[in-house]
């Protein structure tokens, strides 16, 4: 009994936190509770009457015993077993709904545990709710860039075409302007062209005046063979030595200065055109030595690209010029050692230099097949003429004191440059 209002007890304090689906239950409960009650309180006075009629008969069974009361007995015992049976039946509805309580008791527990696991998952679609509002919001955020970011890339569009557009016009413009100086560039050419037949005509004058003067040249040398003689029996010179040259200079029979002048092979060497006694040489190992032929001294060392071979060479007053491998003609100050040009535009190794006009512009031939003019008579050089060939330039000279060129190609040819004695006769002029 006291398990058993333990269990009520505990019942009505879980009912009372019970949301409203288990109202019912719970008004079903405290029915059967106060039906449970008043059948307990049933049963306890009809025991205690039991009991009661029971001790009666025990004393009036103890009292009469013998006395001829056998039939009140039996009577009496009727009556005791018909309250017991009653008793019984009372006692079996109470179990009966006592199990009918616990089994209801046991339901609501069951629905008590699915109700907590509904109010979880319920718990649990709560914050996932929250999760995707949360979700949604930073969508919104995003669509709302993205919107932003639109609306900069129409404007940015916008800017576009309005730039695409100057710029067509711009163009359109300039391609007027360009037509304009083609124009002017064909007009120019067909002038120089005219110009350079004038030239040509001009040099043929100067051929024949040449070949006049070399006339008399020779009938002068023929004149003076005589008097060469008397001066060679005058001063006692030996008519079985070595002699060359109109004077009869005796050929050199050994070397005047032997120079270790670099650590690989060289690769050109050249006098000094200006008439000093400097000798310019370079080499594989990316220099420009400059020598002294007097005493075999190196008086300056000239370096160009690092890992770059030194090809050629020419030296002219006080400037030296050398080309390489690295497509590049490099052009020094040989008394201050400093370099002041550096000659690009080729697009392959470039094979040979010279200095002409007086030392304000270079000559260079390259693999390229091509031979450049460059001004550097100025701070900085400009490119003024390019002469195409169809083969390596391997070499080029240019006399002293001449406008005229020449260049020697892998192919065998060898070709005279008149367009760089239109450039050198309007530079001298």
């Given at each position: 009994?006291?398990?058993?209002?333990?269990?009520q007890?505990?019942l009505l304090e879980?009912?009372?936190?019970?949301?409203?689906p288990f109202?019912?239950?719970?008004?079903a409960l405290?029915?059967l509770?106060?039906?449970?009650n008043?059948?307990?309180?049933?049963?306890?006075?009809?025991?205690?009457?039991?009991?009661?009629?029971?001790?009666t008969?025990n004393q009036f069974?103890?009292?009469n015993?013998?006395?001829?009361?056998?039939?009140?007995?039996?009577k009496?015992r009727?009556?005791i077993?018909q309250?017991?049976?009653?008793?019984n039946?009372k006692?079996?509805?109470e179990?009966?709904?006592s199990?009918?309580t616990?089994k209801?008791t046991q339901?609501?527990?069951?629905?008590r545990d699915?109700n907590?696991?509904k109010?979880?998952t319920?718990?649990?679609?709560r914050?996932?709710?929250s999760q995707q509002e949360d979700?949604?919001?930073?969508?919104?955020?995003?669509l709302q860039?993205a919107?932003?970011?639109?609306?900069l890339?129409?404007?940015?569009y916008s800017g576009?075409k309005?730039t695409?557009?100057?710029?067509?016009?711009?163009?359109?413009s300039l391609?007027?302007?360009?037509?304009t100086?083609?124009?002017s560039?064909?007009?120019?050419k067909q002038?120089?062209m005219?110009?350079m037949?004038?030239?040509?005509?001009?040099i043929e004058?100067?051929k024949k005046?040449v070949?006049m003067?070399?006339a008399?040249?020779?009938?002068?040398?023929?004149r003076?063979?005589?008097s060469?003689?008397?001066?060679r029996?005058?001063?006692?010179l030996?008519k079985?030595?070595?002699?060359?040259?109109?004077?009869?200079?005796l050929?050199?029979?050994s070397?005047?200065?032997v120079v270790?002048?670099?650590?690989?092979q060289?690769?050109?060497?050249?006098y000094d055109?200006?008439?000093?006694?400097?000798?310019?040489?370079?080499s594989?190992?990316s220099?420009?030595?400059?020598?002294?032929?007097g005493n075999g001294?190196n008086v300056?060392?000239?370096?160009?690209?690092?890992?770059?071979?030194m090809?050629?060479?020419?030296?002219?007053?006080?400037?030296a010029?050398?080309?390489g491998s690295d497509k590049t003609?490099r052009v020094?100050?040989?008394r201050?050692?400093?370099?002041i040009?550096?000659?690009a535009g080729?697009v392959?190794?470039i094979?040979?230099?010279?200095?002409?006009?007086?030392e304000k512009?270079?000559l260079?031939?390259?693999?390229?097949?091509s031979?450049?003019?460059w001004?550097?008579?100025r701070?900085?050089y400009?490119?003024t003429?390019?002469?195409r060939h169809?083969?390596?330039?391997?070499c080029?000279?240019?006399p002293?004191?001449?406008?005229?060129?020449a260049?020697?190609?892998?192919?065998?040819g060898?070709?005279s440059?008149?367009k760089?004695?239109?450039y050198?006769?309007?530079?001298s002029?």
């Amino acid at each position: 009994m006291r398990m058993m209002e333990i269990i009520q007890t505990r019942l009505l304090e879980r009912n009372a936190f019970e949301t409203s689906p288990f109202l019912s239950i719970t008004l079903a409960l405290a029915a059967l509770e106060n039906m449970n009650n008043d059948l307990q309180l049933r049963c306890d006075n009809l025991e205690s009457e039991r009991f009661e009629q029971r001790e009666t008969i025990n004393q009036f069974t103890s009292e009469n015993r013998g006395k001829g009361y056998s039939k009140i007995e039996a009577k009496q015992r009727g009556k005791i077993s018909q309250l017991q049976e009653q008793l019984n039946e009372k006692l079996t509805i109470e179990v009966e709904s006592s199990s009918a309580t616990l089994k209801v008791t046991q339901d609501l527990i069951e629905q008590r545990d699915i109700n907590s696991a509904k109010d979880a998952t319920i718990s649990n679609l709560r914050k996932e709710n929250s999760q995707q509002e949360d979700e949604i919001v930073r969508l919104e955020n995003d669509l709302q860039e993205a919107r932003s970011h639109s609306q900069l890339a129409e404007k940015q569009y916008s800017g576009l075409k309005d730039t695409i557009k100057d710029l067509q016009e711009t163009n359109d413009s300039l391609t007027k302007e360009n037509r304009t100086v083609v124009n002017s560039i064909v007009t120019n050419k067909q002038a120089m062209m005219d110009q350079m037949n004038e030239m040509t005509d001009m040099i043929e004058k100067l051929k024949k005046e040449v070949n006049m003067l070399q006339a008399l040249q020779k009938q002068e040398a023929k004149r003076g063979n005589s008097s060469i003689e008397g001066t060679r029996s005058f001063t006692g010179l030996n008519k079985g030595a070595r002699q060359f040259g109109s004077i009869g200079s005796l050929l050199p029979s050994s070397s005047k200065q032997v120079v270790q002048a670099h650590h690989s092979q060289a690769t050109c060497v050249r006098y000094d055109s200006s008439g000093s006694d400097l000798l310019a040489t370079s080499s594989e190992d990316s220099t420009v030595k400059i020598w002294d032929t007097g005493n075999g001294k190196n008086v300056a060392t000239l370096r160009g690209g690092n890992g770059h071979v030194m090809i050629g060479v020419d030296i002219c007053g006080g400037l030296a010029v050398g080309c390489g491998s690295d497509k590049t003609c490099r052009v020094w100050n040989t008394r201050t050692e400093r370099l002041i040009h550096q000659l690009a535009g080729h697009v392959h190794k470039i094979t040979c230099v010279r200095l002409y006009n007086n030392e304000k512009a270079v000559l260079t031939g390259s693999a390229d097949r091509s031979l450049r003019v460059w001004d550097i008579n100025r701070r900085t050089y400009r490119q003024t003429l390019t002469l195409r060939h169809s083969s390596t330039t391997n070499c080029i000279d240019v006399p002293p004191g001449s406008i005229t060129a020449a260049s020697g190609h892998l192919d065998g040819g060898v070709s005279s440059a008149l367009k760089v004695l239109f450039y050198l006769f309007n530079v001298s002029k």
